[in-house]
């Protein structure tokens, strides 16, 4: 029995090890009892915060009871991957200026499912090499798994009150993926602690108030699911608060102090790829499906499909604040491919064309105030003006992540 828990111990050392070789940035092991998480588990299904995403409810106690899911696993393996590329183009900028396009930081590359399974099955073959009888399955948010409290138990972190999975010396730009397997391993001692103290950031700078309790988001307001998740007509009191947000959202990450300690992404693969840290909203509007299947071909925006990509894209161009030149333009562009979209967007189309018309309205209000003055007055050129309505509370005012670095 004692030669049994040492060769086990020792296995999970070199698991670790393995899995720091293939380029996880941290692995922790923990048991299947999961029973502190599942009533938090189920008061959230019961409240309906997961909106339209009927997979979180219909496995029953499968997401909270591994053994359900898989029966035989004894033991969990949990790993975190980094995503971050530091050198891309500002994702603060991006936010502060609505012509721009923003993208959520995990989306701006290759779809992570693919290379986290991946990872999984190499260090999974390293350990069959050593131990022929280890069985496993490997996830990475595509099963009913409770990732989170997982990585939590199993020490990668504790969960923030934006929900999210945080290290605090890696703030919480990373995936989560895990091997359910057959081996007993000895559990790593949790994160018992938030930490969080008295900061509400998150909180506080959520665009839609999404963040209802102490790591609880209701998904039906977060930008996230409305932009992802969800198909229909986004609720109109959501529309101008998504801003220039059309895939995802990271306010609650990128106002998150623990993000000073994010760590660069090792993976080429999550770099931006055909410059989506950097694109107008005006230039992906013209992308016509062809292109849109074509670019995205291994991004993980493609499942959303086309006419989705269309609906997040024209509610951004309605809240675009700029000058007559621009607006006028949007205008034109939204105007000009109504007949050939369906009914969803172009319901979008109409809100954005009116959210463009009011605007367009007041700056040429303030225009023709100006022409109502005596005439020895030299009048001012106001078509640059931006319009007065304010982007708040779009943007946050303090965001957190360290200056790239040049190795
Ligand atoms: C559904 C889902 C969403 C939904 C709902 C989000 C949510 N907070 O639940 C939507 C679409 C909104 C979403 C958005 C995002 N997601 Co998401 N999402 C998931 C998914 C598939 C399930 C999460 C889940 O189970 N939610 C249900 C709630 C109830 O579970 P929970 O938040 O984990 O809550 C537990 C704890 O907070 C705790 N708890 C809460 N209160 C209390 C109280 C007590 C007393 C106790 C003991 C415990 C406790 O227990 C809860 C129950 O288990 C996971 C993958 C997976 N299979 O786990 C990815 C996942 C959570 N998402 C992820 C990411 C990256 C995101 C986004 C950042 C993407 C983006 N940029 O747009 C945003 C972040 C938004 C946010 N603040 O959550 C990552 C998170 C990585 C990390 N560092 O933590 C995951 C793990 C995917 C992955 N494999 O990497 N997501
Ligand atoms: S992802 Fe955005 S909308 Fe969702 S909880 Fe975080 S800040 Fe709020
Ligand atoms: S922003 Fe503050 S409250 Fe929110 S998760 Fe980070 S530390 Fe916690």
Redesign the pocket.
């Known amino acids: 029995m004692q030669s049994c828990s040492s060769t086990l111990s020792k296995l999970s050392s070199q698991i670790k090890q393995w899995g720091l070789e293939l380029g996880f940035a941290d692995i922790g092991i923990t048991h299947t009892d ?1 029973s ?6 189920f008061n ?2 019961g409240e309906n ?2 909106g339209e ?1 009927d997979y ?1 409810q219909r496995h029953g106690t499968k ?2 009871r591994p053994t359900e899911l898989e029966p035989g696993t004894a033991s969990i393996i949990s790993v ?1 991957l980094n995503y971050l590329d530091l050198a891309a183009y500002s994702p603060f900028e991006t936010l502060h200026n609505s012509e721009q396009a923003y993208i ?3 989306a701006l590359g290759k779809d ?1 499912h693919k290379l ?1 399974r991946k990872r999984l099955q190499q260090l999974a073959t390293k350990i069959a090499e050593q131990v022929p009888e280890f069985s496993y399955r490997a ?3 595509s ?7 997982i ?1 939590e138990q199993a020490g990668l ?1 504790f ?1 923030g009150k ?5 290290h605090p010396r890696a703030g ?6 895990e091997l359910y397997t057959n081996l007993p391993l000895p559990a790593d001692a949790p994160f018992e602690k938030q930490g969080c103290g008295p900061c509400t950031a ?1 909180i506080d700078e959520c665009p839609t108030q ?2 209802v ?5 209701d ?1 039906r307001r ?4 409305l932009t ?2 969800y198909s229909g007509s986004i609720p109109e009191e959501f529309r101008a608060k998504m801003g220039n947000r059309i895939y ?3 306010d ?2 990128l106002v998150c102090p623990w993000n000073k300690f994010t760590e660069q992404t090792q993976e080429a693969a999550f770099s931006p790829n055909q410059s989506l840290d950097n694109v107008s909203l005006l230039e992906l509007w013209t992308w016509q499906e062809s292109d849109f299947l074509k670019r995205f071909e291994g991004s993980p925006i493609r499942r959303i499909g086309y006419l989705q990509w269309k609906r997040n894209l024209a509610i951004a161009i309605g809240n675009i604040d700029s000058d007559v030149d621009t607006i006028e333009k949007s205008m034109a562009a939204l105007q000009q491919q109504k007949a050939t979209l369906d009914l969803l967007v172009n319901e979008h189309i109409d809100w954005a064309i009116k959210q463009l018309n009011d605007k367009l309205a007041h700056l040429l209000a303030i225009k023709n105030t100006k022409t109502s003055r005596p005439a020895n007055f030299e009048p001012l050129d106001l078509t640059n003006q931006k319009s007065t309505q304010t982007i708040k509370p779009f943007v946050a005012r303090k965001y957190y992540l360290p200056k790239p670095t040049n190795n």
């Open positions: 999961l502190a998480y599942e009533a938090a588990h959230w299904i915060f997961h995403m979180m997401r909270t975190r959520s930081r995990y992570y986290m996830f990475c948010d099963a009913p798994v409770l990732e989170r409290p990585a972190g969960i934006n929900s999210l999975i945080i919480s730009w990373f995936f989560l993926g998150c999404a963040i309790g102490n790591a609880v988001v998904a977060c930008i996230s699911y992802i998740e995802g959202c990271d609650c990450q």
